[in-house]
């Protein structure tokens, strides 16, 4: 079985410019996820899709970032413009959605804004 | 509010020995916990979980408890071998909240030879 596939895996981009990761989740997985990981922290939250529609976005800055997922199956996310603070490894999760919620991670990709 | 609390940044063991790691909740809406195990470049691997119905799983090594009253669960790993050593996560989720996992900050663990 393929797992959650991610790219691109790493980003260096200039403040104020934008940037787009995408995310293709595991295969019948309904559930999808984006998180932040700021260094030595755990992953956070930015947003939830079941299928194709919005699930829990409350963490997601939303004057920057934005975040879509089309047919119910890759998803992209946006962050425009970028500020330094915004430096983190994104990751995205796929998940059957039953309990015990167990999520499937990708490998991320490692964004760093100059 | 840190929901979910790893208080323990690192840990080092020496290999064959026991490793415990500590995990603390506030939300009593839990009912399910998880450990996820983190090498450097790649996401987060699902390790085990853990139903607030139960009070100990258990999974070849890896044995996680859950101590409701006390909103504490820990990660024991017997016996500890070098590849063990990685990031720990532990996560808490409410199937009332549509399964969002929260996480606690991560405890690295090395495991020396």
């Known amino acids: 079985e393929a797992g959650v596939a991610q790219s691109p895996r790493y980003k260096i981009i200039e403040k104020r410019q934008s940037v787009a990761f995408w995310c293709n989740p595991i295969s019948g997985h309904a559930t999808l996820y984006w998180y932040q990981q700021i260094l030595g922290q755990g992953p956070k939250l930015l947003i939830q899709f079941q299928n194709n529609g919005v699930v829990d976005d409350s963490q997601l800055p939303k004057d920057r970032f934005s975040a879509e997922r089309l047919k119910g199956v890759d998803s992209t996310l946006k962050i425009q413009p970028a500020k330094l603070e915004d430096s983190a490894v994104y990751l995205c999760?796929?998940?059957?959605?039953?309990?015990?919620?167990?999520?499937?991670f990708g490998p991320g990709t490692r964004l760093t804004v100059t | 509010d840190q929901q979910v609390k790893q208080n323990s940044p690192s840990l080092s063991v020496q290999e064959g020995r026991i490793s415990i790691l500590n995990c603390d909740y506030t939300n009593s809406m839990f009912d399910y916990f998880l450990w996820y195990k983190k090498y450097p470049a790649e996401g987060p691997t699902f390790l085990i979980s853990?139903?607030?119905?139960?009070d100990k799983n258990e999974d070849g090594r890896f044995t996680v408890f859950l101590n409701k009253s006390a909103k504490h669960l820990s990660l024991h790993i017997v016996p500890s071998q070098p590849g063990d050593s990685a990031v720990y996560f532990c996560?808490?989720?409410?199937?009332?909240?549509?399964?969002?996992?929260?996480f606690g900050q991560g405890t690295t663990l090395q495991v020396k030879p």
């Open positions: 999760a796929s998940s059957p959605g039953t309990p015990p919620y167990e999520q499937y």
């Open positions: 996560a808490a989720s409410a199937s009332s909240n549509t399964g969002k996992l929260i």
């Open positions: 853990i139903s607030s119905i139960k």
